[in-house]
């Protein structure tokens, strides 16, 4: 895809190189590129260049209700990338919402070349109801249900509207995410490997830029566009150049947890030249080429073995399930050796459940 960077210079480049016949034209390839947004519009929120300015989504009522979805446009004194920042798909993801309600303030919109359109709680009924997961109201996931349908339940029509009102408007997406509340996860990135070299080039580049070095690459997210499902695939598969970053553990926030994401979305501003200063990129990545779900196949309580980012052996125990009573009923084996990416952090257990998400590293990468 083309970046409004790119776009800008290309006009300007037809403009100098093109015909110029009057003295009309000889004007205009004087004059810089039009803006391409003098004003910028999501939702509720109508930014004019150098404002920052507080709005909603409108989620509309269906069969079932609709609810408002805060937004935040800030739309920078100068043109650039439109870079969208979203959170809470899982309302109780905490260190990634807190990250972007960080940014709202810390992002001033006079330094910015661009614009970022910033979403801090996606699911709003979760987030007030402190529910994991899945959005209460209709018990979908929030983030599988893209690109989103205006006749469906609540999650549909919300996913629809992100998808016309963020997705279609921005050239860069980074949707942040983070242990839910029965998870203790350790900070990692995604890579979306689309099969489009250029594109893949441009997100890796971004993801490298966040800062995070451990990054899973996603080679088996769907590639059509209208059954994109997450979304950041949602973007990817519409050609735009994004990813999906994961930081925090269950439950309270952990500060360095929500400031890792949140200097991450300042260290991609700056990498796309939309203000600030550029951070060094990842070094020495670890690149996680598959991840082993370990899923609990019976009801009991888990008791884990080790905790986030413990580095575990094929065969190794990760923890244990017992009955009501405390009576062992199962050891929870690694069955790959790899990194223990998230544990499950609280001791409830139904047949089904996630246990751990062990990440296979990518040998000689
Ligand atoms: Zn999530």
Same mark, same amino acid.
């Given at each position: ?198 594109? !893949?080039? &441009?997100? +890796? ?10 990054? #899973? @690459?996603?080679?088996? $997210? ?100 017992? !009955?009501? &009573?405390? +009576? ?10 790899? #990194? @223990?990416?998230?544990? $499950? ?21």
């Amino acid at each position: 895809m083309k970046s409004h960077v790119s776009r800008a210079a290309l006009v300007g480049l037809l403009l100098v190189t093109g015909p110029a016949q009057t003295g009309h034209d000889q004007l205009r390839a004087q004059a810089p590129a039009p803006d391409p947004h003098p004003t910028f519009t999501v939702g509720t929120a109508t930014a004019q260049r150098g404002q920052r300015v507080y709005g909603v989504l409108k989620v509309p009522a269906g069969s079932d209700a609709g609810y408002d979805m805060p937004v935040v446009v800030i739309h920078g004194a100068r043109p650039g990338p439109v870079l969208a920042v979203a959170s809470g798909a899982h309302g109780s993801e905490y260190a990634s919402i807190i990250a972007v309600e960080m940014l709202i303030d810390a992002v001033k919109p006079d330094a910015v070349a661009g614009t970022l359109i910033l979403l801090p709680i996606i699911n709003v009924p979760s987030f007030e109801r402190i529910t994991p997961h899945v959005n209460p109201t209709d018990n979908k996931s929030m983030n599988r249900f893209y690109p989103g349908d205006p006749n469906g339940t609540q999650t549909d029509r919300a996913s629809y509207l992100i998808t016309k009102e963020v997705v279609e408007q921005c050239d860069h997406l980074i949707d942040l995410h983070g242990g839910d509340l029965d998870e203790n996860l350790r900070p990692y990135s995604y890579w979306t490997v689309t099969g489009n070299q250029k594109q !893949d080039d &441009v997100s +890796r580049a971004m993801v490298l830029a966040f800062g995070l070095d451990h990054i #899973i @690459i996603s080679a088996d $997210r769907p590639k059509d566009p209208k059954a994109s499902r997450f979304l950041e695939n949602t973007a990817s598969t519409r050609g735009k150049p994004s990813f999906t970053a994961e930081a925090g553990r269950s439950g309270p926030v952990e500060i360095g947890d929500a400031a890792k994401l949140s200097a991450g979305v300042r260290n991609v501003m700056a990498h796309l030249k939309m203000g600030g200063t550029i951070a060094a990129p990842v070094r020495n990545p670890v690149w996680v080429e598959k991840i082993v779900s370990l899923t609990a196949d019976r009801d009991g309580m888990f008791h884990p073995t080790v905790d986030r980012d413990a580095h575990v052996a094929k065969g190794a125990k990760v923890g244990i399930v017992t !009955d009501y &009573v405390n +009576r062992p009923l199962q050891d929870v084996i690694a069955p790959e050796a790899g #990194i @223990i990416m998230f544990i $499950r952090a609280v001791p409830s257990l139904k047949k089904g459940d996630t246990l751990a998400n062990i990440g296979v590293v990518k040998m000689g990468g």
